[in-house]
């Protein structure tokens, strides 16, 4: 998150959501001993607290914290833990304000995303885009795309896109630098992960 002061961050309320489901879930495939009345029902509470304060009405969009009218790429992991379905209209139109250009409040420039609007996350140097948040974006698109098929098509060309910005061997830095350089760690397993998720799911839907 970003280093600005202590907020109430959406992204990592759907992370503690993503906690207590998936003990949840563990707990009833394994047969484990586990509180499961008090699990659900802070799973169910966070849930609640995220649609009731983490999306805005003005904005149309899930925001960065609570009160805020930022965007925050981050949201777009929601479905793909399956906290919302993609096509769901609050998350569509999240999806519609993240793929705005940074110009018109949005995140995407070319087929990439940056992490945050505004541009300041509190660290000192250049800010480039997020490759995990773009290949997030990706997948959120071909899951949204499994109704839409605009949506599908968007998902394939910008990944096609994105594999232009891999090295002579296929790695991913962190960060892409506005002049398609890479930026920060590298390679950064979490961006392959996503990369390969990306593809699984789009491989699957496309047949």
């Known amino acids: 998150e970003v280093r600005s002061g202590q907020q109430q961050f959406v992204y990592s309320k759907i992370m503690c959501w993503v906690?207590?489901?998936r003990g949840l879930r563990l707990a009833d495939r394994r047969s484990l001993p586990a509180p499961r009345a008090l699990w659900m029902?802070?799973?169910d509470e966070i849930y609640e607290d995220i649609q009731s304060?983490?999306?805005n009405e003005q904005?149309?969009?899930y925001t960065i914290h609570y009160g805020?009218?930022?965007l925050d790429a981050g949201i777009l992991i929601a479905p793909l833990v399956f906290f919302i379905s993609p096509n769901d209209n609050r998350f569509v139109s999240t999806l519609e304000a993240i793929m705005r250009k940074p110009k018109d409040?949005?995140?995407l420039c070319n087929s990439l995303v940056y992490r945050y609007s505004g541009g300041d996350d509190g660290l000192e140097g250049e800010e480039g885009t997020f490759n995990i948040c773009t290949f997030w974006l990706i997948e959120a698109l071909t899951r949204a795309g499994a109704k839409d098929p605009s949506k599908l098509a968007q998902a394939r060309l910008m990944f096609e896109e994105m594999l232009?910005?891999?090295n002579h061997v296929g790695l991913y830095s962190e960060e892409i630098g506005s002049a398609g350089q890479s930026l920060g760690n590298y390679?950064?397993?979490f961006t392959h992960l996503s990369l390969i998720s990306a593809a699984f799911n789009l491989d699957r839907t496309m047949g």
Do not use: H, I, W
């Open 164 to 166: 232009t910005y891999s």
């Open 187 to 189: 390679p950064q397993a």
């Open 41 to 43: 029902r802070v799973r």
């Open 53 to 55: 304060k983490g999306y």
């Open 105 to 107: 409040g949005g995140l």
């Open 59 to 61: 904005v149309k969009a």
């Open 19 to 21: 906690a207590f489901d």
């Open 68 to 70: 805020s009218d930022k």
